[in-house]
Nanobody, 127 residues
Framework: QVQLVESGGGLVQAGGSLRLSCAAS????????MGWFRQARGKEREFVAA????????KYVDSVKGRFTISRDNAKSTMYLQMNSLKPEDTAVYYC????????????????????WGQGTQVTVSS
């Protein structure tokens, strides 16, 4: 059974950096687009970034453009989210998810488009 496991979260000061990882078990990782979502306390889960099956196409929510970079290594069945210039408003639980498609066209920002989720990793940015 395929599972997603996030790691790399933690406490960092504003302006700092973190790199999240999402490791997938199973052999079909490269068949799917992947995404990162986050959920702050008391708020709805929101889309952060997505990457196509081969990594050639990436999408970001406007609030993280220029600061976050999504990438993947299909040989290692792992996806990453490099987060730089972190802000207190980036504080949230970050989730990785597998999309029901190889590409990131259409409704890729909707959580309904993703069928498999990790358990989440906490990111806290202090001011």
């Amino acid at each position: 059974q395929v599972q997603l496991v996030e790691s790399g979260g933690g406490l960092v000061q504003a302006g700092g950096s973190l790199r999240l990882s999402c490791a997938a078990s199973g052999r079909t990782f490269s068949n799917y687009a992947m995404g990162w979502f986050r959920q702050a306390r008391g708020k709805e889960r929101e889309f952060v970034a997505a990457i196509s099956w081969g990594g050639g196409i990436t999408k970001y929510v406007d609030s993280v453009k220029g600061r976050f970079t999504i990438s993947r290594d299909n040989a290692k069945s792992t996806m990453y989210l490099q987060m730089n210039s972190l802000k207190p408003e980036d504080t949230a639980v970050y989730y990785c998810a597998r999309r029901l498609s190889a590409d990131i066209s259409g409704r890729y920002r909707s959580a309904d488009e993703y069928d498999l989720w990790g358990q989440g990793t906490q990111v806290t940015v202090s001011s």
